[in-house]
């Protein structure tokens, strides 16, 4: 018996609909359990307070704050280095076959499973280099693992930026450098940020590196030379050896509510960047 | 001026460069000569890790990493396609401006949490009604087909879009109805950028670390059956990478460079497939 | 508002190599007021609340400790990543000689299952055996018929290696066990286990998890300190060369009758 198409039809769409509101029911559940079990832990005090007890009672100030400058410090080196080289790569060069082997080896390293920039972090910056466990480590080895992201999402943003554009400019009498700036990269801005801005998130919820790299101390780090937790490896110690769920939750929850922002903000930039480019 | 910047930025590149080559250098100079004191055969398909008295050979882990990796693929790629094709054909155009980032969202989620998800929901689960220590290749698999999802998603409606419209119209105007043209006509044409996406998702999958280790349980051995626990290399390198010195350390960074290679490989192919044009 | 974007960039870069110069001339790493401790996950609980006693004691001085294990203690306090490694050996191993060691506890290893699990004493031959794979079913043990679910520790630990020398002996690990890279993470595994057996600390078993007899002896601190209960072994602390002021300061501490006090009230036994 053959079955009409427009039943097929119907059967198909109504698959693809579930499948695809299961997949955000997925997301839904994850968000919503975490919330659900550790919202109503956090209040002011549990994100000012210092870790007491290991974590199973007190804050998560030093994990926040010991995010924050690992972060500074990731982004910090990894961002005017890898935008300016992505500027170098896309608009001082042409393609050529050094070009293109750079780009290869960029693209291998965008692939590195994180775990290897944590070994490669403890044995150079940690043991090596004498850093120990540190902030600077930790950020340093960040910084390695987004680096290739950076160069290569601000190249894409840098190369899709319409030849015309860089021709105007020049007839008109711009050096190379200021077609870069006044022509390219406003255009390429948006792109360039939101790569930026993911890079954040990525390290944020990053753990494989930073525990083997900046240690797991609770105590508020005073400079980039000690030992911090991030709310990541804050999260992980807690809920691996069943310290305390409800903090482990609460944690958990801070997190996901800050790498929301940091996602839905690069979103919404790139919606009204887009838009105003579009109208423009 | 112009000429100071341009050497600035060139300095920039070269390190980048350089950061990168050394990063490449590192994990080579460490872990190559143990590969070929071992003997490469012996190293890839030693079955015996007794990383005390010597003896590395990680198949079992290259094992481990690879059922884990199908298994992701087996559950995500029929999921995540779904998904694309829904979204890309199907759905209206204001749902999709907020289901698209909705999927890209599971991408930030961080690995721990998803491993502590499957920790205590999942592996329960599975060990109550399926059998085994609930740690295992399916949990693992699960959690993994989840975290590449988004990939998945994202580059298969890049390339489904990326099929000419003609085609779409040159069949419905043929009288056939949309699901039709789709599965006949439009997922073929796209088939070599959803093997991209595909392809990306298993090197994600393979290079996932953190995720694993709660949820695989580490055992050393060769695993029989998806229920069985099974330890990654990733994993492998994260238990041991604290203490392992001489011998050890660079069986790990010799680990390291096996998967460096095989990720390597995998999206040298993705990008082949991707660039197909019509 | 374009140009905005690339004004923030360029405050952006410019804050992240200011800050980078800053960090650089910012308090040196051989600050002689902190210490690092890295090892035993066993005492590492421990540790944290010494630290914590001692910096209420002495706000100036910064204390952190790390995991690891046995074996990463031991490393790091050589590469000088630590300036204490911590490690709970029966005996230091050959690479450890080049290093000071004080013996601040002494600890007892349990043998741990599930509360659901009626099985609660094994005889020494039995351990042998099951770590070993060779009783594979609880049912030999008088337990349910379902099978025995082995965990342990990785290599590098140093409640691993104590267990494999007072309990495996010869025998090796059963090859289906799952691993775990910490003593609070084996108890929460066998915790969610109905079937699972494991060997944890004295000092961290806790209502989650039941420690069976061992021979007839039941793991208790008494048991331990008398030397009836054979599964113990001490706790090393182990520093390179001449310790600094700080860390000295910090070991009479530890070993100190208030501290030692402490440890007791909170499961160890004193040294």
């Known amino acids: 018996m053959r079955i009409p198409p427009n039943i097929t039809q119907n059967i198909a769409r109504s698959l693809l609909f579930l499948a695809t509101a299961a997949a955000v029911g997925i997301l839904i559940f994850v968000i919503g359990f975490v919330l659900a079990g550790g919202l109503r832990h956090v209040s002011w005090s549990f994100l000012t307070g210092p870790i007491i007890d290991m974590g199973r009672s007190g804050g998560i100030f030093p994990a926040i704050i010991g995010t924050g400058l690992m972060i500074l410090v990731a982004i910090g080196i990894a961002a005017p280095l890898g935008v300016a080289s992505a500027i170098y790569l896309a608009e001082y060069t042409s393609v050529g076959r050094l070009t293109n082997a750079i780009r290869f080896g960029i693209n291998c390293l965008s692939a590195v499973p994180s775990i290897i920039f944590g070994l490669f972090g403890f044995l150079l910056f940690v043991v090596m280099l004498g850093f120990g466990w540190s902030i600077l480590s930790g950020g340093l080895s960040l910084a390695a693992m987004i680096l290739p992201t950076i160069i290569l999402t601000s190249e894409e943003a840098l190369r899709s930026v319409p030849l015309q554009y860089r021709n105007v400019a020049a007839s008109l009498g711009a050096s190379r450098w200021q077609v870069v700036t006044k022509a390219v990269l406003p255009y390429a801005m948006p792109g360039i940020l939101t790569g930026v801005i993911l890079s954040i998130g990525r390290s944020m919820g990053e753990t494989a590196v930073v525990i083997f790299t900046a240690g797991s101390a609770v105590q508020m780090p005073r400079s980039v030379f000690d030992s911090a937790r991030t709310m990541a490896v804050h999260f992980y110690i807690l809920a691996r050896e069943g310290l305390s769920s409800d903090m482990a939750y609460a944690t958990a929850a801070v997190l996901i509510c800050a790498i929301l922002v940091i996602n839905i903000s690069a979103y919404a930039m790139m919606h009204r960047l887009m838009r105003g480019r579009r109208t423009a | 001026m112009d000429r100071l910047i341009s050497k600035l930025l060139f300095f920039a590149a070269c390190s980048s460069t350089a950061i990168l080559a050394l990063i490449a250098l590192f994990i080579f100079k460490e872990g190559v000569p143990i590969m070929i004191k071992s003997g490469l055969g012996h190293f890839i398909f030693g079955t015996v890790w007794q990383p005390l008295e010597g003896r590395f050979g990680i198949f079992p882990f290259i094992v481990g990493s690879i059922w ?157 059956s998806i229920l069985d626990s099974v330890r990654t290399l990733t994993a492998n390198i994260a238990m041991e990478m604290g203490f392992a010195v001489g011998e050890h350390r660079q069986a790990l960074f010799a680990t390291g460079v096996v998967l460096f290679f095989f990720i390597m490989i995998l999206n040298s192919i993705a990008l082949r497939f991707a660039k197909k044009k019509f | 508002m374009i140009s905005r974007s690339i004004n923030a960039l360029a405050v952006l870069m410019g804050a992240g190599l200011i800050f980078a110069a800053l960090a650089c001339s910012g308090c040196s790493r051989s600050s002689a007021n902190s210490i690092t401790l890295a090892g035993s996950t066993a005492f590492q609980p421990f540790a944290e609340k010494l630290a914590e006693h001692y910096s209420q004691l002495h706000p100036e001085v910064r204390i952190n400790v790390q995991g690891g294990g046995s074996a990463v203690g031991i490393q790091s306090a050589l590469s000088g990543a630590a300036q204490i490694g911590m490690a709970d050996l029966l005996d230091l191993p050959p690479e450890a000689k080049a290093l000071d060691s004080t013996v601040v506890a002494r600890d007892g290893i349990a043998i741990v299952v599930n509360p659901e699990n009626p099985v609660r004493s094994i005889t020494a031959q039995q351990a042998k055996e099951v770590f070993s794979g060779k009783i594979a079913n609880w049912k030999e043990l008088g337990g349910a018929d379902t099978l025995i679910r082995v965990v342990s520790r990785e290599e590098g630990s140093g409640t691993r290696r104590s267990f494999d020398t007072l309990v495996l002996g010869a025998e090796r690990l059963s090859p289906k ?93 004193a040294r």
């Open chain 2, 68 to 224: 884990v990796t199908i298994g992701a693929l087996v559950l995500g790629v029929p999921f995540g396609v779904a998904c694309a094709v829904f979204l890309a054909e199907f759905a209206p155009r204001s749902w999709v401006n907020f289901l698209k980032p909705a999927i890209e969202l599971l991408a930030g989620i961080p690995s721990v949490v998803y491993g502590f998800m499957g920790v205590v929901w999942l592996a329960p689960l599975i060990r109550n009604y399926l059998g085994g220590p609930g740690l295992s290749i399916l949990a693992a698999s699960c959690v993994l087909a989840i975290m590449i999802l988004p990939t998945i998603v994202g580059v298969s409606i890049d390339a489904i879009q990326a099929v000419p419209k003609t085609y779409k119209e040159g069949s419905l105007a043929l009288g056939a109805t949309q699901w039709q043209s789709t599965w006949r006509i439009i997922l073929p044409a796209a088939k070599s950028g959803i093997l991209a996406g595909v392809i990306l998702g298993m090197g994600r999958a393979v290079g996932e670390t953190m995720a694993v280790i709660m949820i695989a349980g580490n055992a050393t051995q060769i695993p029989h």
């Open chain 3, 177 to 269: 066990a799952l691993f775990q890279d910490s003593n609070g993470t084996v108890r929460e595994t066998v915790a969610a286990d109905p079937n699972a057996i494991g060997y944890v600390s004295i000092g961290l078993v806790n209502e989650k998890v039941k420690a069976m007899t061992y021979d007839g002896i039941a793991p208790t601190h008494e048991n331990v300190k008398s030397k009836k209960y054979p599964l113990a072994r001490p706790i090393f602390f182990l520093t390179k060369g001449e310790p600094s002021v700080a860390s000295k300061e910090f070991i009479n501490y530890v070993i100190s009758g208030e501290a030692q006090r402490n440890l007791e009230k909170e499961g160890l036994i």
